[in-house]
């Protein structure tokens, strides 16, 4: 692995985006996750940006010879930014 470039990879991107959308519906932590995830405008682009990396990973075929799973393992390609 390349250590000069951000490595992203879409099982963990996945992940990410069903963990937070969890956390925000369900009212974690007394309602925290869903406040913090309702006003913070970082938090809100993240999302969004992690949620157009995957979108684009499926409509591009990247992630088709290998579904997207929503736990970890190890994905057959690397993404670099």
Known sequence: MPFHTNN???????????GTAHAALQSLNNGAAKKAF???NAIQK?????AKLVAWGVKSGAAITRPVRTFFQHSYFSFFL
Do not use: C, K, P, R
């Open 8 to 18: 992203v990879d879409l099982s963990v991107s996945a992940n990410f985006l069903y």
């Open 38 to 40: 309702m006003t913070n």
């Open 46 to 50: 993240l999302f969004t940006d992690t």
